[in-house]
């Protein structure tokens, strides 16, 4: 599954370059002058994670296979995109197609980089992101509901998008329609301001282990979103350097953890998902699921038949099999589990499933 997540902002405040080292790539044009990103940068990334390459040594698998996440660089978004202003109806198309956004704010200052508003105000400039996704959204909304006429909505339907649509004139969140029902007819109809976002805050280098006066203000504005503190050029530089020397590095500047990770962990926590792993002498591999997801939905993730055709499922946490070695040992131990179809899969469930052929 994996998820896919668009980095936006205004121009010139290090997308191309985040992604560039997210991906470890050279993909996206990097340039001080606004919209030298147009067309979408699309990267795919392996997920991390030490339990898969734990469960590859133990089971001797021929195969290691990540889950991943898929990086979208999306051209940068000026006041007035939702009339179309700068590539304002290229870059609201593109964003409809992700999962999750990274709004990516300027906190650091240069003066050999330019500012599309002159000024450092990463609150402003949020704000201006904010702002024209939602009058995207209410122009969206006022065409749909004029369009009724023709193509007749149910009074359910219609009753939620007017709702909508006043929360959106008032400027107010509608996160509160993320059930699975809602959601999907909202999604459906291209809204972007209910897509789950992460606040990335790009600062220098001397910033990066601590923040700084921007990212300070941003946390004490926005106590409740999710924020991470990365420096664009340290992760571009990061992903030249070899395992040992980028460990190295990473700790003389104070840093625990690549932007890649602080990204995926918050991404997987935004969005609610879990990992669970197959393991054998064949393959070795991590799927990504929604957390409190019931077995035989997990199992369609390895193959859609496999829903309709489930048995059981043969699970042992991941710290047993560690534990034990292999899930022969595991099952001897009186560890490996018997579970039906109402087994919600835990986060580093090893699994087994069982089919009808």
């Known amino acids: 599954m994996g998820f896919k997540c668009g980095i936006v902002g205004l121009p010139n405040v290090g997308k191309s370059t985040l992604f560039n080292a997210l991906t ?9 002058f606004p919209f030298c990103t147009i067309d979408p940068n699309i990267g795919i990334v392996d997920v991390p994670d ?3 390459d734990i469960l590859h040594k133990l089971s001797k698998s021929k ?19 939702s ?15 992700v999962d999750a956004i990274i709004h990516l704010v300027r906190c650091f200052d240069s ?12 609150i402003s400039d949020l704000e201006t992101i904010k702002t024209e996704i939602l009058l995207s959204d209410i122009g969206i909304l006022e065409k749909k509901l004029e369009r009724n006429a023709k193509k007749k909505m149910s009074d359910k339907e219609i009753i939620l998008l007017k709702e909508v649509l006043k929360k959106l004139n008032n400027g107010d969140d509608i996160k ?23 606040v990335v805050c790009n600062v220098d280098e001397e910033n990066v282990s601590k923040g700084n006066s921007y990212t300070r203000v ?19 530089q990061i992903t030249e350097l070899k395992s040992d020397e980028k460990d190295l590095y990473m700790k003389n500047i104070g840093l625990e953890k690549t932007g890649l990770n602080k990204l995926i962990n918050t991404g997987y926590d935004l969005l609610n998902l879990n990992t669970f792993f197959t393991s054998g002498p064949e393959e070795t591999r991590a799927w990504t699921i929604k957390k409190n997801t019931l077995a035989p939905q997990a199992a369609a993730v390895i193959h859609t038949d496999f829903e309709k055709k489930f048995i059981r499922a043969e699970a042992v946490s991941f710290e047993e099999f560690k534990k034990y070695g292999s899930i022969e040992k595991a099952k001897e131990s009186g560890k490996l589990r018997l579970e039906g179809k109402d087994y919600l899969v835990k986060d580093g469930d090893v699994l087994f499933f069982r089919v009808n052929p």
């Open 111 to 122: 003066t050999n980089i330019q500012h599309v508003n002159k000024k450092i105000d990463p």
């Open 50 to 52: 030490d339990r898969l």
């Open 63 to 81: 195969k290691k296979i990540s889950t991943n996440i898929t990086f979208v660089d999306i051209a940068g978004l000026v006041k007035g995109a």
């Open 83 to 97: 009339k179309g202003e700068g590539l304002g109806n290229k870059f609201l198309s593109h964003i409809r197609e």
């Open 176 to 198: 509160e329609y993320n059930n699975y029902k809602n959601y999907s007819i909202l999604r459906d109809i291209g809204l972007i301001s209910i897509k789950p976002y992460i």
């Open 218 to 236: 941003l946390k004490e504005k926005l106590p409740n979103e999710k924020l991470v503190i990365i420096c664009a050029d340290i992760e571009d």
């Open 24 to 32: 470890s790539s050279k993909n996206a044009q990097a340039a001080n």
